[in-house]
């Protein structure tokens, strides 16, 4: 069965300190894959999304900036994080052309920009 | 731009009855809607896909409607227990393949009350 791993799930990280989140997808090959982030009682907003290796789309301008190395492997980086950048994390993966299965999402990283 | 609007950001329903949520959306003609069930600190969690051409789909206690006229989508639980309180996100669904990136509501956190 498919499995999706993301960590760390909190985070608590100095103003202007740089990001990594990872987020592994198992049981599957070539997942669409997923970023999103929530702000407190707000919606999820896509911030980047991806098809295959190497081919990222990024929907919001900001600091932050994703890579995916290796085909179930989705990464989110920043280089100097901003308070704004506090929020929660999330990484999905879908199976390309196959909506009915919907969106499964990884279990999220709280991060305190301090 | 595109709006999507969940009736209230909170609702309480006695145990038993059916609860009955909200999703309205303007400037968009999404292919398919999703509904999701995110608890607290947790990701969502897919729960129905409805198509366009599709007035009607259920699952157990569930039921979701969706009228492309009215551009907006109904989401029913029946028989309302405790462990239903979460919140709900209905997520809109672009068309083509390749194409496949969810916008999400703000949701609705569900309170059933014994």
């Known amino acids: 069965s498919q499995t999706i791993h993301q960590w760390p799930a909190t985070l608590v990280q100095p103003v202007g300190s740089p990001l990594s989140l990872e987020c592994t997808v198992e049981?599957?090959?070539?997942?669409?894959l997923y970023w999103y982030r929530q702000a407190a009682g707000r919606g999820l907003q896509l911030l980047f999304y991806s098809v295959g290796i190497g081919q990222i789309s990024s929907e919001v301008p900001q600091n932050l900036s994703a890579s995916r190395p290796q085909d179930r492997q989705f990464i989110l980086s920043s280089k100097k994080l901003l308070l704004s950048d506090s929020g929660f994390y999330l990484c999905?993966?879908?199976?390309?052309?196959?909506?009915?299965?919907?969106?499964?999402f990884g279990s999220g990283t709280r991060l305190t920009v301090v | 731009s595109q709006k999507i609007e969940q009736n209230s950001e909170a609702l309480n329903i006695q145990e038993g009855k059916t609860a009955t949520l909200t999703c309205n959306y303007t400037?968009?003609?999404?292919?398919?809607l999703q509904w999701y069930r995110q608890d607290p600190g947790r990701g969502p969690v897919f729960l129905l896909l409805?198509?366009?051409?599709?007035k009607e789909k259920r699952k157990e206690r569930l039921k979701v409607t969706f009228d492309t006229t009215l551009k907006q989508s109904l989401f029913h639980i029946t028989a309302s227990q405790p462990a239903d309180s979460a919140t709900y996100l209905c997520a809109l669904d672009p068309r083509g393949f390749g194409n496949e990136k969810l916008t999400f509501g703000t949701g609705t956190r569900l309170t059933i009350i014994p």
């Open positions: 049981g599957t090959s070539n997942p669409n």
């Open positions: 400037n968009y003609s999404p292919a398919y």
């Open positions: 999905a993966w879908s199976a390309p052309g196959l909506r009915q299965l919907g969106y499964t």
């Open positions: 409805i198509r366009e051409n599709e």
